[in-house]
T-cell receptor, first 111, second 110 residues
């Protein structure tokens, strides 16, 4: 089955540690996205990538980093510089001029 | 940039009734308007979408209307069922920029 896989589903980290969230897609989509979702708020764009080896900052990129070494993979690193990292993180992909397909998210808790 | 507002934030209806969720957008250049349904612990799933050259689109019990002049679009669910209970998001898209509303939590009471 084609789709987007995010892992792990739940992630716990201590404050001050970097953590990397995985996102893999087998839909052959060029574009991939990372969103953050907080209760009562819409999805806010962290980073996006339209093509391999290229990515752009979204609205809330501070404290996050990404890489796009392969078309299928777009990992997100939440660094210790992110002031409020506890959230639900969603990865998405899309083909040209088509809707976003979302993964099932990773819930990150930092204590 | 684009700003999308969505109302209401919560909506409770009786099974069989209709539900309407409304969104407004600010950028007249936005040309694509998807609606997503998100169930607990899952990612949003596309349920219906509409492009700016169309005024209305229907898919079984779900319909979306678009008023470009007023810059608003709405989701209509008829004959609601308990499995329609979820959070619904609208979005507006222009030039690689997708903006989401804050979401509507719909509860359908049996």
């Amino acid at each position: 089955d084609g789709g987007i896989t995010q892992s792990p589903k739940y992630l716990f980290r201590k404050e001050g540690q970097n953590v990397t969230l995985s996102c893999e897609q087998n839909l052959n989509h060029d574009a991939m996205y990372w969103y953050r979702q907080d209760p009562g708020q819409g999805l806010r764009l962290i980073y996006y990538s339209q093509i391999v080896n290229d990515f752009q900052k979204g609205d809330i990129a501070e404290g996050y980093s990404v890489s796009r070494e392969k078309k299928e993979s777009f990992p997100l690193t939440v660094t210790s510089a992110q002031k409020n990292p506890t959230a639900f993180y969603l990865c998405a992909s899309s083909a040209s001029d088509s809707p976003l397909h979302f993964g099932n998210g990773t819930r990150l808790t930092v204590t | 940039g684009e700003n999308v507002e969505q109302h209401p934030s919560t909506l409770s209806v009786q099974e069989g009734d209709s539900a309407v969720i409304k969104c407004t957008y600010s950028d007249s250049a936005s040309n694509y308007f998807p609606w997503y349904k998100q169930e607990l612990g899952k990612g949003p799933q596309l349920i219906i979408d509409i492009r700016s050259n169309v005024g209305e689109k229907k898919d079984q019990r779900i319909a979306v209307t678009l008023n470009k002049t007023a810059k608003h679009f709405s989701l209509h669910i008829t004959e609601t069922q308990p499995e329609d209970s979820a959070v619904y998001f609208c979005a507006a898209y222009n030039n690689n920029d997708m903006r989401f509303g804050a979401g509507t939590r719909l509860t359908v009471k049996p």
